[in-house]
């Protein structure tokens, strides 16, 4: 439970930039203090190298060479550019941005409207980096998207982005992933969307939140713009996943709901199959990895028989249901023609699951892209085996050759299309 303690206005002052790199070296806010930064000079990679000189700060080459390959774009008169500077790339050599670092790049961005998102997945912006973001977030009117996960900011640079996003207007898509901004910075994100009206997706899966749900189902009550909104290991149980239900009958904007990794059981899936029965929005729920067993899984199925004809996508991978429930579940697409995809590998099939599975596959009903099983038959048995389809295979990496989006691997993404590159 979240506890929604009075802050005094001395104690949310914006945090200042961290100890500098070397004597030499003015911190950020005091640069800015003295004078304002020079207007870029014919390029990107030229502003960033300047700056750099004038604040004597370390070139980091893999930005240099990343603003390189961006100018060459803007020449070639693109625009709606994302500048992806993602920290774990294993193709060229990477020096990771420090909140330092991160004030730079932002001053470069803030007058460039060539790029509309920005990508510093992996690196080490921590706190300090997160109050330029958010500076960034209330001076750049261009930027749709931001990726900030997993970047070690805490709580209170969770609270600078989210009171950030109390103005802003452009931003469409922001991932917090794995950044620990725990239930005190949570909350803040939780205030900011029953006020921002422009933010479609939002993620903040692996933040260590804990039974978030009483403060998202107040937005989600309120907010009638979030499109896509991620809670893997929210900690959420049965209780929680009432209340946030609870919400779902108000709420008509949500598309994609992630609840997976929390600890919902068949008690809990009964609410969420309620709401369904009325629900006209939601097209993807990912509901793997925690424990609805046989109970659960045959009440989604019978409100997707007799009911809903929105939901699109269901996840149900690593549940604990047998041969009982998963046959319930492929026997609800045989009457519901609108569910397309369904995943689910982990649980515990048996000969009855195999054959209904593979019935759906060899009539049509079930296209191979669109799930996560594929039959084989052997001695005159059918057996299942994994393919690597899902919602959102490359979640917390992208691969380093291939097509990232291709429909199969990431369906979530294609059945509930937010924006150009959302």
Known sequence: MWH???KTTEARTPLP???????RTPTPARAEAVGSAPEPVGSLQNHYHNLCMEKFQKINPFLLHTLQGVDEEIKKGLTGITLNIAGNSHSVPVERVTGEHFWILSKILEKNLSINGLDVRYNLISDVGAYY?????????SLIYLNLMFNDIGPKGGELIAKALHKNTTLKYLRMTGNKVENEGGMFFAAMLQINLSLEKLDLGDCDLEESTVHLGHMLKENHCLVELYMSKHDVRNSGLKQLSD??????SLRYLDISCNKITRDGIISLADVLKSNTTLEVIDLSFNRIENVGAQKLSETL?????????????????????????SQSM??????????IWGNKF???????????????????????????VVDGHAYLAEVSNGLKKYYYWTPTYGDACSLSS???FSIVPVGKQL
Do not use: W
């Not at 028989?305 to 579940?329: C, D, F, P, T, Y």
């Not at 045989?334 to 995943?343: A, D, G, H, P």
């Open 247 to 252: 919400a779902l009958y108000l709420n008509k």
């Open 334 to 343: 045989k009457t519901n023609t609108t569910l397309s995809n369904i995943y």
């Open 410 to 412: 990431n369906a979530g």
């Open 133 to 141: 973001a958010a500076r960034l977030l209330q001076k750049q009117h």
């Open 4 to 6: 929604n303690k009075e």
């Open 305 to 329: 028989a007799s009911h809903n004809r929105s939901l699109k996508a269901l996840s149900v991978v690593s549940n604990s249901i047998e041969g009982e429930g998963l046959v319930a579940l």
């Open 17 to 23: 930039p961290q100890a500098p790199m070397t004597s």
């Open 350 to 376: 048996d000969e009855a699951t195999c054959v209904a599975y593979s019935d759906l596959i060899q009539t049509g009903r079930l296209k191979p892209d669109n799930t996560d099983v594929e039959p084989y």
